[in-house]
């Protein structure tokens, strides 16, 4: 019984992170504690006996609805502007909110959901990244996945004769769901460290506030500005709209440090309020989005590294480990650690300076073409390092997993073909071992590391259906999934990303996938 319901909590789990990323704010708690929840469960796992394909079919999402009615909370709010004529039905509900808001808030200085550019005094420096930029998307902030996690961070920084810095950021991998590394916020010592996600799929940074009295804050380390001599308050207020909760904060400036990079006046949100379930659960500190500025109008954390002229070189590197807590995964501003990945570094263009995103000519299931990619109609794909797995538009995940067939307890394991996802003509191919999650008595694992012993009780593929609407979409991502195979280069001077094959996919160390709590707060934007 206890291999069931962990079989029902990964299925929940994986549900729930199909729908991570972009433009929209959604959230799930999700609490195996009553036999009426598990029953509602039981459905899901029956369908997904079919074949994960088959999950996919409308009919089938529509019974995943209904059976979880009350299980799963599920709310979603558009915060995007620029998609209006598009999506005038979401907009107009959406503006309804937003001057219900207004009202309510009439004689206030308050910011929802608009361009930080447009409210916040930018220096000349901060004001020149956006001098060729177009339409300034809304403020966006996500959340991760709760997972509990305790590690120990060992910083080091190496330093030219220049003076530039090649920064080395540990991090600590949570059960690979998500990725932590130290961040210091402000001038009280032994009390400015935090951990945070540092985030490719958005742009601001953001610690919680000793201000903050709400549940989520109690439970996270809290920014104190009456203990910083660095602080310099700005004091804009900010309110992040969501269906399901609201996070209210400062938008202030502070010293802020990565390791040995010192970074002064950089502008952060400081989160005094958390209104509402969603946000009740999370454990880590903050959040560093290392997007581009134009996302919301003001600099990112790495923005003010290439201003204060920090960097060796204007680059940032996700070197992620697959194997869980302190092994070896890094984060390196100003370079790279060349000795951790095979042959050589390959370089796509950024398609648009928004989210980090390259365009894919090709994707195979084997040997076979899916179509959903060609030459004159390229797939965008989005390089993120805050998605746990890999989505995709609707119809075309349902087409990918048709042809994959995932059987229930992994029966057809060793005849599952590889996927390869042909970029700019060089292939980046996943493995079944790389996109296929197996169940078994001790634990959630990639299929080759099961001990002979273990009985597989299920299986599970780690790509699943998002749909972004226009501007942004549609689009896949590209996360964690992919990038702990391919080691990811971030390079702002030449707009490009660079991917290269993980030396350290050791394939006789144990990776687990572990699940630690009953409930679950996923990614928000």
Known sequence: ??????????????????????????????????????????????????????????????????????????????????????????????????????????????????????????????????????????????????????????????????????ADVPLTNIANTMFIGELQVGSAQGKNSFDVIFDTGSALTCVASEQCKDIGCQKSKRYNRAESQSFNEIGKSVEIVFGSGTLKGLINRERIRVDGLDLKDALFIEVTQQIGDAFHEGEFDG?????????????????????????????????????????????????????????????????????????????????????????????KMVVDTGTTLLTGPTKDVRALLSMIRVEPKCQNYPTMPDITFVIDGHDYVLSPKDYILTITQSGVEAPYHHSSMDQIVGCAGTIFPLDLPPKQGPLWILGDVFITKYSAKFDRDKNRVGLALNKNLDENHKQTYRIINHSFVLKYY
């Open 1 to 166: 019984m206890e291999q069931f319901v962990f079989l029902l909590q990964l299925i929940v789990m994986l549900l729930i992170t199909a729908l991570l990323f972009l433009g929209t704010a959604k959230h799930f708690t999700v609490e195996l504690k009553s036999r009426h929840t598990q029953e509602h469960l039981i459905e899901i796992v029956n369908l997904l006996q079919h074949s994960h394909a088959e999950l996919l079919e409308e009919n089938n999402y529509q019974k995943i609805g209904k059976g979880v009615e009350g299980a799963l909370h599920f709310e979603t709010v558009m915060l995007e502007k620029n998609i209006q004529k598009k999506n005038l039905k979401h907009q107009n509900h959406h503006n309804k909110k937003q001057e219900h808001h207004h009202k309510k808030r009439k004689n206030t200085n308050m910011v929802v959901n608009e361009s930080l550019m447009d409210v916040i005094p930018l220096t000349a420096e901060e004001k020149g990244l956006f001098e060729e930029s177009g339409a300034l998307a809304p403020v966006d902030i996500h959340i991760e996945e709760q997972m509990e996690h305790q590690s120990q961070k060992l910083l080091t920084t190496n330093r030219n004769q220049d003076g530039l810095y090649i």
């Open 287 to 379: 959040i560093v989005g290392l997007g581009y500025p134009h996302m919301t109008g003001v600099p990112t954390l790495f923005d003010y590294m290439i201003q204060q002229h920090k960097l060796h070189s204007n680059v940032f590197t996700f070197h992620l480990n697959r194997a869980t807590g302190n092994s070896g995964s890094q984060l390196i501003f100003g370079g790279s650690d060349d000795s951790q990945i095979k042959g050589e570094w390959v370089y796509h263009n950024v398609h648009e300076q928004f989210y980090w995103s390259i365009m894919a000519e090709q994707i195979k299931v084997g040997n076979k073409d899916t179509g959903i990619c060609t030459h004159q109609h390229k797939c």
